[in-house]
């Protein structure tokens, strides 16, 4: 089969390798799409130490109809159109018990689907409703991010909410801000035309922060209090930083950028102490993805989809990512 392959540091490259073949207590799937995360430059750029070393097929944000199953596997059968995640955790170590499955210390990873097939435990798989599309069914793990993110933001009914970003991550997590009650939104985005989107898809105000003055159009939106909630999507360090003098007391940032990991940031511990902040970072999903599964009926996924490439052109897709005006780029094996 073919797939894509992280060869070295900034050579990702197409090649045939051997089709996989399940284990008894595990799926084989057909990937019908992968979409281009923002990690995933960073990846091939050996920027991102958590993703290992190559020589690997990467791609994790997948789905695909199920082909094959092991016989030890009961819930599915051939033929289910499902959404992929990338990390089954085990179920019984210390992170799993306590509901923290997004650091779980024996996960088996199917970060595999920029490829014709990939393997996954039950535990990944997950049917997709007949009303969803195999090209909407992609975005269930960015959905699943911006859930988990909207869930440590503790936004509530009547909250006004910030968002840095209007990548794919950023627009979902103001879709679903909307929908778990927020009065107010924000999203700050250089970009034009992903500032454009936001307000289709529900911005009260949207900024570019280059060009307008984000502090006095944040303290006009909220009565000069600041956000309850601020949620940092674009991975700039100066917007991380900026977030935490845009909140309001007692309110939440959330930094869910992949930043540069040998950067840091340098925060007053008075300014949290005077204003009673919390500071919440997100790293995968945990227990989010059968959620934002469910989610997707519910939320506008076809104007995040701003180009589908096949797997033999995947550096071009990779190269308009790099551009940042695309949003989210679909790779089809």
Known sequence: MKAAIWKDIGRLEVDEV???EPKPDQIKVK???????????????GRLPVAGKPPQIIGHEGCGTIVQVGNLVRRYKEGERVALYFRAPCGACYYCFGGMANFCQKPFYSAKCFAEYAIFKEGSVFPLADDVS?????????TSVALHAVDAAEIHPGSAVAIFGAGPIGLLILQLAIRSGAARTLVSEPMMNK?????????????????????????ELTNGRGFNSILEA?????AAKQALSLVDNRGTVVWLGVYPFEKEIGVSPYHL???ELTLRSIVRSGYAFPRAVAML???KLRPLITGVFNLRDINKAFALHKEGKAVKILVQP
């Open 134 to 142: 195999l090209e909407e069914g992609a975005l269930a793990e960015p």
């Open 297 to 299: 009926p519910k939320l």
């Open 31 to 45: 990937i019908a799409y992968c979409g281009i995360c923002g990690g995933d430059p960073e990846i091939v750029a």
């Open 234 to 238: 674009s991975g700039s360090l100066g």
């Open 18 to 20: 051997p089709e996989p």
């Open 195 to 219: 500032r454009e989107l936001a307000r289709q898809l529900g911005a009260d105000v949207v900024v570019d922060p280059f060009t307008e003055d984000l502090e006095k159009i944040s303290k």
């Open 273 to 275: 102490y005077e204003k």
